[in-house]
């Protein structure tokens, strides 16, 4: 082999090798893939069959980021999310919103006509239930979007469609027989990118969002008193999710987004307060807030 060419191909191997990764659930095609492709366009996007997984590759450093939706404005929550976040020993050092838009998707040949059901992910199903039922097209669940995707593209049943995205019919080479038939112009995701590390924003770099869960002590009025020092503070308290612990309905766990940097003196001073009438709290991550949010 002659010298350029070994150059060339050591060169190859070298810029592989030092491509991070960014992990995200589902198959090709997703909108959590598109979602990678679109914010961290020179990182290497690789699925993951559960959020679970998605989680243990980044904490093995078999990857360098987590792509993990939290919430959709149409369809609410990812409750799966909110039982591995505290858990998952990774930190939150981003947020990315992305605009939905669904595609109704078929197999080459395939007339609007000839459709009967329509597979995807519940949630996004729950995205077009109007648009489903103006075209008299049954809903069916799948386990994912790109999943239901190449499905379609594996039967080859013209009756049989999937809800997915751009990305996944150019992936399945499929025909997108209706655009944007999400029901909500609104329809937009939220996700977190997770890390092993933490990367606190400097205090005067612009705002920010602190995550935290804590579990409230069992007295009267715990959870009014422990959020009252974030409303003197001034601070905005932007989400708060409930969710049961421990196989109990009495034991429930909270999840907040405040927008405020923990070195701010009115953070410490309604944190300080949240303490005294929790059990623990678990700091998720402090972040840039998204362009968007608001």
Sequence with gaps: ???????????????????????????????SHLCCQAYYPDYKSVPCNSFTECFAKVRANEADLAMIPVENTVAGRVSDIYHLLPEGGLS???????????QLLAVKGAKLSDIRTARSHPMALGQVRKRLSDMHIKPVADVDTAGAAQAVAT??????AAIASTLAAST??????AADIEDAAHNTTRFVVLANEALMPEIDSGPVVSSFVF?????PSALYKA???FATNGLNMTKLESYMVGGSFSAAQFYADV????????????????????????????????KLRG
Aim: hydrophobic share 40%.
């Design 227 to 229: 959020l009252g020092g």
């Design 172 to 177: 399945y080479d499929l025909d997108i027989l």
């Design 259 to 290: 927008e405020g940097h923990p070195d701010d003196p009115a953070m410490q001073n309604a944190m300080e307060e949240l303490a005294f009438f929790t059990e623990n709290v678990i700091m998720l991550g402090t972040y840039p807030a998204d």
């Design 155 to 160: 039967l080859k049943d013209k009756t049989v």
């Design 215 to 219: 579990k409230v002590r069992s007295v």
């Design 1 to 31: 082999m002659c010298r350029k060419s070994i150059e060339t191909s050591w060169n190859h191997t070298n810029e592989c090798h030092m491509m991070k990764n960014i992990v995200y659930q589902g198959v090709e095609g997703a909108y």
């Design 92 to 102: 939150i050092i981003a947020e990315r919103y992305l605009a939905v838009h669904h």
